[in-house]
């Protein structure tokens, strides 16, 4: 299982909660869950619908599936064993994740 913690640390406030925000992302959704559970983010925060149109998407599911984790959980997610990676990176996995779901539909 591989996952991914990107360094966007985007400043916002989400209800109550306001930090610094990145993404959390997996080779699979099942992956990802898997390993969400273990830093205690809870299944409803998962962002599976995109917003743009185009984004293939398959049982439901967008190529840009993730969580969004503030700074202390990107940092647990890490000494969990996520793999960090900047923006960049992040953007050439869910390209190919794009690429793959389109060649699967």
Known sequence: MTVYVDNFRCPATIGRVRGRWSHLTADTPDELHTFAGHIDLQRKWFQHRCKHLACPTIGGVCA??????????????????????????????VSARRAGFRESV
């Open 64 to 93: 840009h599936f993730h969580y969004d984790v503030i700074d202390a959980k990107r940092g647990e997610a890490i000494r969990a064993g996520a793999q960090a990676v900047d923006l960049r990176q992040f953007g050439a996995l």
